[in-house]
């Protein structure tokens, strides 16, 4: 049994990140296994938050991984990404793991993948998971045209995915630094 599939959407504006993750975990290609899972969580002693897209158990591996890597380095959150990234790519279990994250903290948002990319998005909103182009376009037409917070436009870029996206619903939690 394969359980995956999510939203996932982040904004920074105004000195502010939000990171915004739909509840629906899919059983297969067809079936709401649960409607409020929470795929967005605080980690490193509430100073970064992590959402993840994928395979639910490899997602929360890889969040447990890259907390590890945040006290390996003593907080250094890019450094840990890329630590994070060269040993998902490089570690036999782990590059089997079907997951991303999407990684803030007061200073950085980060697109971390197990083919060992670390993108920092270059306008401050990236988005990923299977409705993650509808939220992500959503989001920066609200970006450009409107004077929305981070966290109002990552919570509607999430219900316009979740509108469109079938494995994605509108149950949002929103965590924002």
């Known amino acids: 049994m394969e359980l995956k599939g999510t939203t996932i959407c982040a904004v920074r504006r105004g000195g502010k990140t939000a990171i915004a993750g739909d509840g629906q975990v899919t059983m297969g290609e067809n079936t709401i296994f649960k409607a409020s899972a929470r795929k967005v969580r605080r980690i490193y002693q509430d100073r970064v938050v992590v959402g993840f897209a994928g395979t639910v158990a490899d ?16 907080g250094n959150f890019e450094r840990a990404a890329v630590e994070l990234a060269k040993e998902w790519r490089s570690d036999k279990a782990m ?40 939220a992500l376009a959503a989001a920066r037409a609200m970006y450009e045209n409107t004077d929305l917070s981070a966290r109002e436009i990552a919570l509607k870029a999430l219900h316009i995915a979740a509108s469109i996206c079938v494995y994605t619903n509108d149950n949002v939690y929103v965590e924002e630094l």
Request: some cysteine; proline content about 2%.
């Open 59 to 74: 997602a929360y591996a890889l969040s447990d991984r890259f907390e590890e890597k945040l006290t390996q380095f003593s």
């Open 95 to 134: 590059r089997k793991l079907e997951a991303m994250l999407i990684a803030a903290d007061q200073d950085n948002l980060l697109i971390i993948s197990g083919t060992g990319e670390v993108i920092s998005p270059d306008d401050g909103i990236c988005a990923i998971g299977s409705g993650g182009n509808y």
